[in-house]
Each structure stands twice: as C-alpha cells, then as structure tokens.
C-alpha cells in the first residue's frame, strides 16, 4: 500500500470527522436527551399538582425511550432493548390514545 492509497482511505473513514468528534457528538446528543427528558418529567410533575393532562407530555417521553431502544436493538440485538423498545412504545401509542380521547 503506498501513502497515497492509506491518506485516501484515511479520508473516507475521517468523512464524518476523527474519532474523537464522533465521541463529542455522541456524548452531547446522550447529555440532549436526558436534559429533554428531565423536563418532560418535570412539566408532568407540574402537571399533575395542578391536575392538567399529561398524556401528551408522556407520550413524548415514552416516544423517546421506545426510538433510542429500537436503534440499540437493530444495532446491538440485545433483548431487554427490544423488550424496552416495544413496553415504551406500547406506554407512548396508549398515552396518544388517552389523549385523543380514546379512553
């Protein structure tokens, strides 16, 4: 292999950024999401002292629990993701339910 051949390959591999940006990326989206869903609960929280629905705040964060859960069991195959993803996803398609007036 000459160095030409190992720079492009280098190039392809770096396309979406060094190892470390993938890192970043990956620990600030992680960090995005439990401050995303932080608040959810606390609205729900809020919600629910002030006896306001909250179906629509707790179909958002079973929607987000089920998503990242189905990437972790197409990627990982592990089990408990997939029986995670489809409880969440069960929990998130009954509180859109509720909400809409179907219970």
């Known amino acids: 292999m000459d160095k030409n051949e190992i ?21 600030s989206e992680s960090f995005s999401l439990i401050f995303v869903l932080a608040v959810t609960l606390l609205l729900v929280a809020v ?7 909250v179906d629509d705040l707790l179909a958002i964060f ?3 629990i089920a998503g990242r859960n189905c990437f972790l ?3 990982h195959h592990r ?10 996803g069960i929990l ?4 859109i339910i509720t909400y809409l007036g179907g219970f």
């Open 47 to 53: 919600n629910m002292l002030k006896n306001l629905p």
């Open 92 to 95: 998130c398609a009954a509180n």
């Open 79 to 88: 089990k408990i993701n997939g029986v995670v993803a489809v409880s969440a």
């Open 7 to 27: 720079l492009a390959r280098s190039r392809l591999e770096n396309t979406f950024g060094d190892e470390r940006e993938k890192q970043t990326r990956t620990e």
């Open 62 to 64: 079973w929607a987000s």
């Open 73 to 75: 069991f197409y990627r």
